[in-house]
């Protein structure tokens, strides 16, 4: 059972545009929502993350807005560049559900320039 | 520079072989973690050590031996492996507990090829 469903499993877009990924989650006991930025021969690293009492949360050129009615989370990139592409894993976990961090199956993002 | 190595990062092993797996967290945690990442599946949680203790084994088979000797080292014996478990092995550490954040790090990894 995957409790975190990601979408796309690959993104195409172009230098300057918007890259969009979102995840969607099924146990309400999470309470922490990562995402991970993993190249090619490298293990994953943390991105930015968010907690469900804000809707959006903004570092650089990477937002990540929540829904925590609809128990849904995105990653938008804005203005992508090439040096963006990368596989982004979104995560949950929470204190309640075992304190686990659980994966969502990833999305390869390539940043044509 | 990440604060958690891992050696070898990359194994080639028959179907017969022993051979272990190495992890060392620099980063003074008391949680440490093995992963499974294959093509196919999503981060695929294998072990999880709280302060030297096993607390988690995702009913991974018994091929697959961990070893925590001291917060700061996490091993993985591997022995009569399958051509399956052909993967992408990440070690990872977080500091749990009263005033530990929730953040995961993870090492490079050691790809691991079974022939």
């Known amino acids: 059972q995957q409790q975190v469903k990601q979408s796309p499993q690959s993104l195409i877009v172009q230098k300057g545009g918007i890259s969009i990924i979102n995840c969607a989650y099924e146990?309400?006991?999470?309470?922490?929502f990562p995402w991970y930025q993993q190249f090619p021969g490298k293990g994953p690293a943390l991105l930015i993350a968010?907690?469900?009492?804000?809707s959006e949360k903004k570092e650089g050129r990477f937002t990540i807005s929540f829904n925590k009615s609809a128990k849904q989370f995105s990653l938008h990139i804005m203005d992508s560049q090439p040096g963006d592409s990368a596989t982004y894993f979104c995560?949950?976990?929470?204190?309640?559900?075992?304190?686990?961090?659980?994966f969502g199956g990833g999305t390869r993002v390539l940043v044509k320039p | 520079e990440t604060g958690v190595t891992q050696t070898p990062r990359h194994l080639v092993m028959g179907m017969t072989n022993k051979k272990s797996l190495k992890c060392e967290q620099h980063?003074?945690?008391?949680?440490m973690y093995w992963y499974k990442q294959s093509a196919k599946k999503p981060l695929e949680l294998m072990f999880v050590?709280?302060?030297?203790?096993?607390?988690e084994n995702n009913s991974v088979p018994s091929r697959f031996s961990p070893e925590c000797p001291n917060s700061s080292h996490l091993f993985l014996h591997l022995h009569t492996l399958q051509p399956e478990d052909s993967a992408l092995y990440l070690c990872?550490?977080?500091?749990?507990?009263?005033?530990?954040?929730?953040?995961?790090?993870f090492g490079e990894g050691s790809w691991l090829t079974v022939v």
């Open positions: 990872a550490s977080s500091q749990v507990g009263q005033g530990g954040g929730n953040t995961i790090y």
């Open positions: 146990n309400t006991a999470f309470d922490y």
């Open positions: 968010i907690r469900p009492d804000v």
């Open positions: 995560a949950a976990r929470g204190e309640a559900a075992g304190n686990k961090l659980t």
């Open positions: 980063l003074g945690h008391n949680a």
């Open positions: 050590y709280n302060f030297k203790e096993q607390t």
